[in-house]
């Protein structure tokens, strides 16, 4: 025993002590990589060093102790090419540069709902300090193919016109285009606040400072931002925040999806984005390719559209905006936005100016995936609703001169009958709630097709047989027939 007692006695003595060494080490410095500012031309910083790679942040120390967040933009033997997320002002020559061995990564968490956050993943409303649960990547590559679930549930917008002739499916990306003071980003709020959608997501690109407090007080209001995470870039601020801020909200969206959530993605405007890029590109000396836009405008847009959409754990339904300069639908950036994505939303300046809210022009719209997502009935009467609305466009100008003759044409006829009760349909106050059960039933009602309460379910066509299955049982009862 007492042997026993002894041999613990020097066990205990030759114990070690990590704690202070530990301690040291986590007071040591690690190796930073620094670098010396040498200029600063306009927008851009210019520095020695430090050791970096294209799309790595780093901080600029200035004088008064703050530091600036940028991004490394371009390489060349002796300098390191940086754009700031903020003014210039205040960087010399001298000041310190340090890498941080990362390209932007975005806080995310359920704490970002209901918060306004700038280009870096920075709070900027007044409501505290942020704590994220991870970081995700501003810049990250779509869902692999196989990994892309069918879109198969509708999603509400609680816009009757979209709800009811242009069904959105839960997962689809659309383009909502027109030209400016047409309604985009008031149409966007009024999804924002009636969608049923898990959660909202709003990069506001470009927009200048007013028409973000706007937004976010009026339009948005208490209701719509408490499920809600707004991400916002300014006119003001450097184009790097603008063309980062859009992938920093998709990145947001990625996370929410990966958490399993029908994410409803938003960002207005697409053609801010493409400006920024523009922007960029140009300064680092690319060539202006179509009107102006260096290649990698084209390169870039595709792959920022085809981040949203679904993926294995959830979905995210994606609306971008385009502003389209005097109504110009084959200018670049909205053939290429329109080319990308399943489906566009074209609001007419002719409406606007008719009182006519919102302005979606109905006919001149598409949404490719509606018929997988509305039941039979609906799509009849969908179907029905079109050709009285095209027989009374083909005709308009004569039916409003006068020179058409009731009676010339049954289905013109028809048409005049029931224009006044579509435009009445598709009109809709801007605090107007309408779901969709109310929607079908008055698309019902005005086109005297009945649609079942089967058919008010998020998967109404997925009872409906696919062509391969009628096939299929056409063969079985015809070989048991015979
Ligand atoms: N649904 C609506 N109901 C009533 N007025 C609207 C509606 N949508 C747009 N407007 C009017 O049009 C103006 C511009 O709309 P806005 O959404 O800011 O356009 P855009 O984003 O296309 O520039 C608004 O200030 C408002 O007066
Ligand atoms: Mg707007």
Avoid at 46 to 51: C, L, Y
Avoid at 305 to 332: C, H, Q, W
Avoid at 448 to 473: C, F, M, R, W
Wanted: charged share 25%; proline share 5%; hydrophobic share 35%.
């Amino acid at each position: 025993m007492e042997e026993l007692s002894e041999n613990e006695g020097i066990h205990s003595k030759r114990e070690f002590n990590f704690l202070k060494y530990l301690e040291n080490v986590v007071e040591a410095e690690t190796i930073l990589y620094t670098g010396k500012v040498v200029a600063v031309k306009g927008l851009e910083v210019e520095s020695e060093g430090p050791r970096a790679v294209i799309g790595e942040m780093c901080s600029i120390k200035l004088r008064d102790g703050s530091a600036l967040l940028a991004e490394v933009i371009g390489l060349d033997e002796k300098h390191v090419k940086l754009a700031p997320f903020g003014e210039t002002k205040g960087i010399e020559v001298g000041c310190e540069v340090v890498a941080s061995g990362h390209s932007l990564m975005v806080p995310v968490g359920k704490n970002l709902l209901g918060r306004i956050i700038d280009a870096s993943g920075r709070p900027c409303d007044e409501k505290g300090e942020l704590i994220p649960d991870t970081y995700y990547p501003a810049v990250a590559s779509p869902p692999a193919p196989n990994d892309r679930v069918d879109i198969n549930r509708r999603i509400v917008t609680g816009v009757r016109a979209i709800d009811s002739l242009l069904t959105v499916g839960k997962g689809q990306r659309l383009g909502i285009f027109a030209g400016s003071g047409v309604g985009k980003s008031t149409l966007l709020s009024i999804i924002a606040r009636n969608t049923n959608a898990d959660i909202n997501v709003i990069g506001l690109i470009g927009e200048r400072g007013r028409e973000v407090l706007d937004f976010v007080n009026r339009d948005l209001g208490e209701e719509g931002m408490k499920r809600s995470v707004l991400v916002v870039a300014t006119s003001d601020e450097p184009s790097i925040c603008r063309l980062r801020a859009a992938q920093v909200c998709t990145a947001i969206a990625e996370y929410f999806r990966d958490q399993g959530k029908d994410v409803m993605l938003m960002m207005d405007s697409m053609t801010r984005f493409a400006h920024a890029q523009r922007e960029i590109g140009l300064a680092a000396g690319e060539p202006p390719a179509q009107k102006g836009y260096p290649p990698s405008v084209f390169d870039m847009i595709p792959k920022l559209l085809e981040r949203s959409g679904t993926n294995k754990n959830g979905t995210i339904t994606a609306f971008y905006t385009v502003l389209v300069d005097g109504d110009d639908m084959n200018e670049p950036i909205t053939d290429k936005v329109r080319g990308t994505l399943d489906g566009h939303i074209v609001l007419s300046r002719r409406l606007a100016s008719a009182y006519h809210y919102p302005a979606i022009d109905v006919l001149q719209s598409i949404s490719r995936l509606s018929k997988r997502v509305s039941g039979a009935q609906t799509r009849k009467a969908v179907g029905q609703l079109r050709t009285w609305m095209s027989a009374y466009q083909d005709n308009e100008t004569m039916i409003t001169a006068g020179i058409y003759q009731k009676g010339n044409s049954p289905s013109v006829d028809i048409a005049i009958d029931k224009h006044q009760a579509i435009e009445e349909f598709l009109k809709q106050e801007e605090y107007e709630p309408c779901p969709i059960q109310e929607t079908l039933s008055k698309l019902s009602e005005l086109t005297g097709i009945e649609i079942p309460e089967e058919e008010y379910v998020e998967n109404p066509a997925a009872a409906i047989p696919t062509t391969a299955q009628i096939v299929d049982s056409a063969k079985h009862s015809a070989a048991s027939n015979s």
